[in-house]
């Protein structure tokens, strides 16, 4: 099985990967953009994810090889790499076990460590969502707000949301799954995995994803890595501040 993209412009192969509970749409406005310089953007769905396959294996050993074989699929080879969160630890993996297969790599506001589970109340609002008595977005948001406070983060996760069939929401992503494998989802880079060619980490000034604690393991993991901080910007930097975020990117890439 093979993973869902939408595939954006035309040039040199770079491939986006989406964080936990999102989809490669998020991205879509930033992919138009790269796609100006001269790049071919696959914004690409992860297993159990947007428009991709469901399945019971959920770990990013999985999804590092469902990117081999994605780039396998598609003829994709000295790729560009960006991941975010999630995104970023399956990048991590794929780089550092298949090195030959990317170019250089992006990883933004996460570390090679492991981290602790925090997405519990996200997982239990999502799970409370009754399709049998929601029938418009409105309504699921308004029920998603007791759980989770922020309307970005509930904007973010309400994307999720389609038309099973007429009169009927559902969401695409596989929350069984997800929800009984979310510790997989803190889970550390191995420890002797190691990519030397250029990798670019963007972290967040308002997020803690990354601390000083973790430039010594980013470098360890990393040593050919640089690490810049976009301002005015947390977790969801890319969205929060697209301008920077994409001045990064392509300075990087360029």
Same mark, same amino acid.
């Given at each position: 099985?093979?993973?869902?993209?939408?595939?954006?412009?035309?040039?040199?192969?770079?491939?986006?990967?989406?964080?936990?509970?999102?989809?490669?749409?998020?991205?879509?406005?930033?992919?138009?953009?790269?796609?100006?310089?001269?790049?071919?953007?696959?914004?690409?769905?992860?297993?159990?994810?947007?428009?991709?396959?469901?399945?019971?294996?959920?770990?990013?050993?999985?999804?590092?090889?469902?990117?081999?074989?994605?780039?396998?699929?598609?003829?994709?080879?000295?790729?560009?790499?960006?991941?975010?969160?999630?995104?970023?630890?399956?990048?991590?993996?794929?780089?550092?076990?298949?090195?030959?297969?990317?170019?250089?790599?992006?990883?933004?506001?996460?570390?090679?460590?492991?981290?602790?589970?925090? /997405?519990?109340?996200?997982?239990?609002?999502?799970?409370? %969502?009754?399709?049998?008595?929601?029938?418009?977005? $409105? &309504? #699921? !948001? *308004?029920?998603?707000?007791?759980?989770?406070?922020?309307?970005?983060?509930?904007?973010?996760?309400?994307?999720?949301?389609?038309?099973?069939?007429?009169?009927?929401?559902?969401?695409?992503?596989?929350?069984?799954?997800?929800?009984?494998?979310?510790?997989?989802?803190?889970?550390?880079?191995?420890? /002797?995995?190691?990519?030397?060619?250029?990798?670019?980490? %963007?972290?967040?000034?308002?997020?803690?994803?990354? $601390? &000083? #604690? !973790? *430039?010594?393991?980013?470098?360890?993991?990393?040593?050919?890595?640089?690490?810049?901080?976009?301002?005015?910007?947390?977790?969801?930097?890319?969205?929060?501040?697209?301008?920077?975020?994409?001045?990064?990117?392509?300075?990087?890439?360029?």
């Amino acid at each position: 099985m093979t993973l869902h993209s939408n595939i954006i412009g035309k040039g040199k192969p770079f491939i986006i990967l989406h964080g936990f509970l999102g989809m490669g749409d998020n991205w879509k406005t930033l992919a138009k953009q790269f796609s100006e310089s001269n790049f071919e953007i696959h914004l690409v769905d992860q297993r159990n994810h947007g428009r991709s396959f469901h399945s019971d294996d959920f770990d990013y050993e999985v999804m590092a090889e469902d990117l081999k074989v994605y780039c396998a699929d598609h003829n994709l080879k000295d790729i560009i790499l960006l991941g975010h969160s999630m995104g970023g630890k399956t990048a991590m993996l794929l780089a550092t076990t298949y090195p030959e297969l990317v170019k250089k790599l992006i990883i933004a506001d996460i570390s090679p460590r492991y981290y602790p589970i925090h /997405h519990d109340a996200i997982l239990e609002g999502l799970s409370s %969502l009754d399709f049998s008595e929601l029938k418009t977005r $409105g &309504e #699921a !948001d *308004e029920a998603l707000s007791n759980y989770v406070d922020e309307t970005g983060t509930r904007l973010f996760l309400l994307k999720n949301l389609y038309w099973v069939k007429k009169g009927q929401l559902g969401l695409r992503m596989n929350l069984e799954v997800l929800k009984d494998n979310v510790s997989e989802v803190g889970e550390a880079l191995p420890i /002797h995995a190691i990519f030397e060619k250029e990798t670019l980490f %963007l972290r967040g000034d308002r997020s803690e994803y990354i $601390g &000083e #604690a !973790d *430039e010594a393991i980013i470098h360890r993991h990393f040593p050919n890595s640089e690490i810049i901080t976009i301002s005015n910007a947390g977790h969801w930097l890319h969205a929060e501040n697209p301008e920077d975020f994409y001045d990064a990117v392509v300075n990087f890439v360029s």
